[in-house]
T-cell receptor
Framework: DSGVTQTPKHLITATGQRVTLRCSPRSGDLSVYWYQQSLDQGLQFLIQYYNGEERAKGNILERFSAQQFPDLHSELNLSSLELGDSALYFCASSVSEGSYNSPLHFGNGTRLTVT | GDSVTQMEGPVTLSEEAFLTINCTYTATGYPSLFWYVQYPGEGLQLLLK?????DKGSNKGFEATYRKETTSFHLEKGSVQVSDSAVYFCALKKAGGYQKVTFGTGTKLQVIP
């Protein structure tokens, strides 16, 4: 158990809809990362937060947004969903910003299916 | 920018065979290097890491050595088991204003009895 909790585990929704994915980081971790993993593709970095502040953006679409709350949990909002957004969405956390040798701890992901 | 290149998969091996999964990187500075493993239906888990040149990371019979001269971090295991079937990701992490983590595309390993 990594200590990172993601909910829900599965989500099925229709095109054009909006969903929210939630992540609770490991206790004590201040950094949260979001990744998208499509079928037969690697991990696409979406966005990173540190202690409530956005730190880095990757290949995140304008239809997607995220935030990290004061209690350090994070939410990823996906709107105007398209079939191509169907994927596994992973959250990961890390202990601090300065510790470059600390690993990421991943949740088990949310599988999003857009029909 | 930074990048990580892994050998293409899938890799299919018989049980007890020797495993090598190649990983090379391009990065400025002195990144830390990681191997993660993803079992079916699960998130990624840290397998091993190395934080400076010539360091060897090891765990569960897997090993990888940080080779700065060849910018490589190849994963090896002397005798694979069916339970090692998974997707393996090489990654690098750098210090800086924020911790950017760069992943390779992953290599799927299938071990057959």
């Amino acid at each position: 158990d990594s200590g990172v909790t993601q909910t829900p585990k599965h989500l099925i929704t229709a095109t054009g809809q909006r969903v929210t994915l939630r992540c609770s980081p490991r206790s004590g971790d201040l950094s949260v990362y979001w990744y998208q993993q499509s079928l037969d593709q690697g991990l696409q970095f979406l966005i990173q937060y540190y202690n409530g502040e956005e730190r880095a953006k990757g290949n995140i679409l304008e239809r997607f947004s995220a935030q990290q709350f004061p209690d350090l949990h994070s939410e990823l909002n996906l709107s105007s969903l398209e079939l191509g957004d169907s994927a596994l969405y992973f959250c990961a956390s890390s202990v601090s910003e300065g510790s470059y040798n600390s690993p990421l701890h991943f949740g088990n992901g949310t599988r999003l299916t857009v029909t | 920018g930074d990048s990580v290149t892994q050998m293409e998969g899938p890799v299919t091996l018989s049980e007890e065979a020797f495993l090598t999964i190649n990983c090379t990187y391009t990065a400025t500075g002195y990144p830390s290097l990681f191997w993660y493993v993803q079992y079916p239906g699960e998130g990624l888990q840290l397998l091993l890491k190395a934080t400076k040149a010539d360091d060897k990371g090891s765990n569960k019979g897997f090993e990888a050595t940080y080779r700065k001269e060849t910018t490589s971090f190849h994963l090896e295991k002397g005798s694979v088991q069916v339970s090692d079937s998974a997707v393996y990701f090489c990654a690098l992490k750098k210090a800086g204003g924020y911790q950017k983590v760069t992943f390779g595309t992953g290599t799927k390993l299938q071990v057959i009895p």
